[in-house]
Structure formats: C-alpha cells, structure tokens
C-alpha cells in the first residue's frame, strides 16, 4: 500500500505552496511594517493598534458583524418555517422542492446580485436596507436545505410518541422537532454568519460607495492603497473573528445537546 | 386515511410559494428584462433581442465568458485529477499524516474567500511573478482540490481495501490498480467532485479578482467593475440560467434513467 501513499506527494506539495505558504504570508505582513528587508523583519504590533485606536474601522467592523447578525435571524426566521413546511410535504414533492432550492445556488453570485439591483432600482431605500435584502436572499437557500437536512433526519417514532403521550402538536414542536434541529440551525448559522461578515460584493453592488463592510475595507487596504500590513492584518482580525464565533456556535451546540 | 385539507395546509403551501417566488424573483426578472426594447429595468417597453445581439458584438463581454470557461475546464480537470489521486494516497497513509493533510485541505473551504485571496496574491507578489491568467489558473486549482477531496474520500472509506490488495498480489502495478480497480467504485463520487469543482470555478468572483491582474478578467470580474448598467448582462445571465437548469435536469435525469434501465434488465 505503500506505493499509493506516494500518490498524494504532489498534493502535499501542492498545498505546503499554495495553501500553508500564503497563509504565513498574511501573517508575517500583518506583524510587520513595510519597507521590510527581505531578510530582516521587525516584528512589530503596530497595525493592530491602529485598527483598534480608530473609530472609523471600529464602526466598520460593527457594522459588518451587525448586518451578518441580522443576515443570519432572518435567514432563520423566514427558513425555519420553510424547512418545517417541506419536510411534511410527501417524498416527491420533498425531492423537487429541495432541488428547486439548489438550482439557484449553481447561478453566479454576481449576477444574482446584479439582478437585485436592476430590481432596488425601483425602490427607494436604504443602502443598508438594500445589502441587507441582497444578502438574506443570497443566504436564506443554505439556511433551508441545512435545517432540513435536519428535520428530514429526525426519527417519526418520536413524534408519534410524544402524541401518545399527550402532547399536542404545538407542544410536540417544541420539545421534540425544535430541540432536535438544534444542529441544523448551527450548521446553518456558519454557513450564513462567515460568509456574510467577510462579504464585500453584494455592499459594493447594491449599497453604493458609502456602505463600507470590513471586506471593503481590506479590499480598499490591498488594490487601492496598497498597505498590504494594514490589509493582512485587519484579514487576520477578522479571520480570528470568525475562528471565535465558530467555536463558540460549536460549543453551544453541544451543551444544547447536553441539556 | 383522507388527509384533510386543512387551513393549515394552506398556509404552509402559500408560505413555500412565497419563498420560492423570493428566491426565483431576480432570476426571473433579468429574463424578462433580458428581452426589452429599452435600456430601462423598470418599465418594459415590448420584446426585443436586442441586448442578445449585443451581447455578441461586445468584445470584453465575450472574451470574459471564455476566460471564465477555458480557466474552469483546466481548474476542474487539473484538480479532479489531482484530487482523486491525492484522496486515494492519503486513504492509505499513515492516520496522523492523513489528518493534517486533511486538517489543511479544508482551509480553503473554510476560511473566508477573501482571506484565500489576498494569502495569494501575497505569495505572487513576494515572488515577484506577475499576475495573468497562470496565476488566476493557479489559484482556482488550489480552492478546487478541496472540493474534489471532500467528495471522493467519503466513498474510498467505504471501499475494501483487499480488492485493491488483491489486485497488487495478482502482478498490477499501482497505476494499474488506480485505473482498472479503484477508480471504477468510486467514479460517482469524481463525477460530482468535478461538477462542484466547475461550478466553484466558474462562479468565482473574490478569488479571482485578487489573482487575475489588469489583462484577464473572467464574468464576474466583468460584471463586478462595469461603470454603467447594461442590459447584455440580463441577456447573459438568461443564458447562463438555462445551461445551468438543463445541465442539473440532466445530471439528475441521467441516473434516474439508468436505474430504471437497470431495474428493466433484472425483470
């Protein structure tokens, strides 16, 4: 078996270059200061203090992690029902609603997105309210399809004997369905929460110019103005974010499952 | 039992209505306004297609719809191929390698697009090599891999491994045994890899937009910098939607068939 183990050689290779490499790259220029020799680094915390001294990138910061907050309730509170709703239709129906539900997520983001704009056009709203419409349709599929992954896996035996308990279906909901879609909605939840914080297309497109998300922000520290250390390092501020709320939503979902 | 139509009933069906009519909205909406007589998005002013013709007179426009199909046919070829060979190598190896490998393979998928992205353009630029249409082909590989691994290795583990075994002892050589015993189990599995691996590429916008430089833009860079609005992109993305609907009906209908012939041939 050993020779099949030689197989994987050019992958390993592959993503100590391409994968492992990059990833030190962002760290070493966001602990340094440009002008850097190539063989001589001052390592330096600079870049994180003045992200965190500023107000402007703090508000941005805020807003990016409120509107992917509200992004992912109402990607619950509209899925949720849906979910409930298709996972009680009979199997075919089931079959061709999920599908219905996917083929929209094979279509290209941005043309989605610009199409919410031809539509925005006849509006007059917010910006916010804008990306905030772009991005709960962008998301709300995943949201779906996981928490009725969920409900679809649930054991009918259950319910069947919470009614012969004597529960009704209101109470059979939620202490039996809802607890047990518990990992649904946490699954869910990174798949809208992560995408949504770093999201810098759907603000860009339908919020105009002055709707700043901190994807914006490291885009703007990359192409425009060409601080790469300020770039990597407000990248790696909000990839620590999101490590931390992944850990945190994991943790939740366990103790729900303890309790 | 009659199942009742209950009011109930009618809610949840008109709640499914709704979402669905949510989500097909703006798909809908650029297909109508992809065939108006004006440039106008809000009044349509009688049926045209105009902005079909347009579409295929506008140079940048179609020289991004084949940056976008030449770079996602090599991005998808190279890592299924890649992938494949990889997941079933790491399949084998040592428990500690194989989780890290794994471990890391899944960054890509985790992290942030725009992390992937500008980790590297970082690596490009601290090599000094000019970003093209290598780099961008480059990137797209590396954030496929993953996609392919993660399809394939689900079913190599419910593979048995003395069928593989067998074949060594019986004078095949490894590639031998890749092509003639292994690959054929699990080539559902590559198929849907590769399908994934397409789609990811070709809809890429962050990744590429970090990786590409000034010369090569694929659609949604194209789309992404337009200064005004322009209907061809309605044309475009109706386009777009059919292939897509009549690629996944296939994808769906083709196995659906083949069961049916299968089960014909047992009677």
Redesign the interface.
């Known amino acids: 078996m050993k020779s099949f183990v030689r197989m994987s050689y050019p992958y390993l290779v592959w993503i100590a270059l391409f994968i492992v490499a990059p990833m030190f790259m962002i760290l070493l220029y966001a602990l340094t200061r440009s002008g850097n020799g190539t063989i001589t680094f001052k390592f330096t915390l600079e870049n994180f203090s003045r992200f965190f001294s500023d107000p402007t990138f703090l508000r941005v910061l805020w807003t990016s992690l409120r509107i992917a907050f509200l992004t992912t309730v109402f990607c619950i509170l509209i899925g949720y029902p849906a979910a409930l709703f298709i996972a009680n239709l009979p199997e075919k129906r089931q079959t061709l609603m999920t599908l219905l539900l996917t083929l929209p997520m094979w279509i290209n983001m941005l043309l989605k997105t610009y199409a919410w704009r031809g539509i925005l056009m006849n509006f007059d709203l917010e910006s916010e309210i804008k990306v905030f419409i772009g991005m709960v349709y962008d998301f709300l599929p995943y949201m779906i399809l996981q928490i009725h992954t969920a409900i679809a896996k649930l054991d009918r035996n259950l319910l069947v004997a919470s009614y012969d308990l004597g529960a009704n279906k209101w109470k059979t909901f939620l202490k039996v369905t809802l607890p047990l879609s518990v990992p649904g909605i946490i699954s869910g939840i990174t798949l809208v929460f992560l995408p949504a914080v770093s999201s810098f297309v759907i603000p860009k497109l339908l919020g105009g110019g002055n709707y700043v998300l901190i994807g914006n922000l490291i885009e703007t520290y990359f192409l425009v103005a060409g601080d790469w250390n300020f770039g990597s390092a407000i990248s790696l501020i909000m990839a620590l974010i999101i490590i931390l709320s992944m850990y945190l939503t994991r943790k939740m979902d366990r103790s729900t499952e303890e309790a | 039992m009659e199942r009742k139509k209950s009011p109930w009933h009618f809610f ?2 008109g ?2 209505i709704l ?2 009519a ?6 809908l ?2 297909m109508v ?1 992809s065939f108006n007589d004006s440039k106008s ?2 009044s349509f002013a009688g049926f045209s297609t105009r902005w079909y013709e347009e579409m295929f007179e506008n140079r940048e426009m179609l020289e991004s719809i084949w940056y976008t199909v030449l770079v996602a046919l090599i991005a998808t070829g190279v890592s299924t191929v ?2 494949t ?9 040592r428990p500690l390698v194989r989780s890290i ?1 794994l471990e ?2 899944n ?2 998928v ?7 992205a ?6 490009f ?2 090599v000094k090599v000019q970003r093209s249409i290598v780099t961008l082909t ?2 797209h590989i ?1 954030f496929c ?1 993953p996609y392919v691994i993660l399809s394939v290795m689900p079913k190599l583990r419910q593979l048995d ?1 003395n069928v ?2 067998a074949a ?1 002892d019986l004078g095949a ?2 590639w031998q045994a ?1 092509l003639k015993v292994i690959i054929p189990q699990i080539y559902p599995a590559i198929l849907s890899g590769a399908l994934i691996a397409f ?1 990811m590429s ?2 890429d ?2 990744i590429s937009f ?1 990786t590409a430089g000034v010369d090569v833009q694929n ?2 860079m194209y ?2 910098s337009m200064k005004r ?1 322009n209907p061809s ?2 044309a ?2 109706t386009l ?2 059919v292939a ?2 009549l690629i ?1 009906v296939l994808a ?1 209908l083709i196995p659906a068939l083949k069961e049916r012939k299968n089960k014909k041939e047992e009677f």
């Open positions: 949840s069906s709640y499914l979402v669905l949510f989500i097909y909205l703006p798909i909406y650029v306004f998005m809000i890649v992938g060979v990889a997941a079933i190598g790491l399949s084998k190896a490998a890391v393979n960054l890509p985790l992290n942030p697009d725009i992390v992937t500008i980790s590297l353009m970082l690596l630029l601290s480059l990137a590396t891999i491994d593989a075994e060594l050589n490894p890749l789609s070709f809809d916008f962050v970090f659609i949604s789309v992404y609005f992109v309605n475009l993305s777009i939607v897509v609907t996944l769906n």
